[in-house]
């Protein structure tokens, strides 16, 4: 069964750092690796997504990089803002399971001014 | 970009009445629709997958008599919880493949359901 873990549960850095969240799953055979942010009581809203055979992607200040052999992925955020303050989950679609997602545990991140 | 609604965003019923939440894609048909519930400061579990025209198939450990699903159009699927109990009381997202991309997912905004 695949498990999706992130580290660290939660995160405060003050604004214009650079920062990585890490998550980790225990199954390398995944179809593709997504991140994605959350607002307090809101839906999701895709960032990145990496394909299996992709190494990494980026989009504007964010970066997301996968190692599908030893199950890691980082998603880094450069000069962050306090509108970046959300939590970020990562989910992977394992082979073979018709695009169904298994979420991480999320990263809680709070940018302060 | 594809937007995917829920409706209606916030309920609060009685124990023992049945509420239901509707997913629509806006902008995309949407042959597959993921049923997620979230607790209070956890991640999303997987309830069901919903298929256009067919039964959903329902996760190891989740009751289908009670989390009714229909999918009746390719933009429209819907979340019924019967006989609520307050223990039901949790964050429901839904999700939407696009037919025409079938590698992304697209989520809703969330329904917060309150049984009292």
């Known amino acids: 069964k695949q498990e999706v873990t992130q580290i660290p549960a939660a995160l405060s850095v003050p604004e214009g750092e650079n920062l990585v969240l890490n998550c980790s799953f225990t199954?390398?055979?995944?179809?593709?690796l997504q991140w994605f942010r959350q607002d307090p009581g809101k839906g999701l809203t895709s960032l990145l997504l990496?394909?299996?055979?992709?190494r990494e992607q980026t989009s504007g200040r964010l970066n997301a990089s996968l190692d599908k052999s030893s199950g890691r992925s980082t998603l880094y955020i450069a000069a962050s803002q306090p509108g970046d303050s959300a939590t970020y989950l990562c989910?992977?679609?394992?082979?073979?399971?018709?695009?169904?997602?298994?979420f991480g545990t999320g990263t809680r991140l709070q940018v302060t001014l | 970009g594809a937007v995917v609604s829920q409706h209606p965003s916030r309920v609060i019923c009685k124990s023992g009445t049945s509420v239901k939440i509707e997913c629509r894609s806006l902008?995309?048909?949407?042959?597959?629709m993921f049923w997620y519930r979230q607790f209070p400061k956890k991640s999303l579990m997987l309830m069901a997958t919903?298929?256009?025209?067919?039964?959903?198939?329902?996760e190891q450990g989740v009751e289908k008599d009670k989390f009714l699903i229909n999918h009746a159009s390719l933009t429209l699927s819907t979340l019924t919880v019967t006989s609520a109990h307050p223990e039901d009381s949790s964050f429901y997202i839904c999700?939407?493949?696009?037919?025409?991309?079938?590698?992304?997912?697209?989520f809703g905004p969330g329904t917060r359901l309150t049984v009292t």
């Open positions: 902008d995309f048909q949407a042959t597959t």
């Open positions: 990496i394909q299996s055979s992709q």
């Open positions: 919903s298929n256009e025209g067919s039964k959903a198939t329902y």
């Open positions: 989910a992977v679609v394992a082979a073979g399971t018709a695009s169904k997602l298994t």
């Open positions: 999700s939407a493949r696009d037919r025409g991309a079938p590698a992304e997912q697209y």
């Open positions: 199954d390398s055979a995944i179809y593709n």
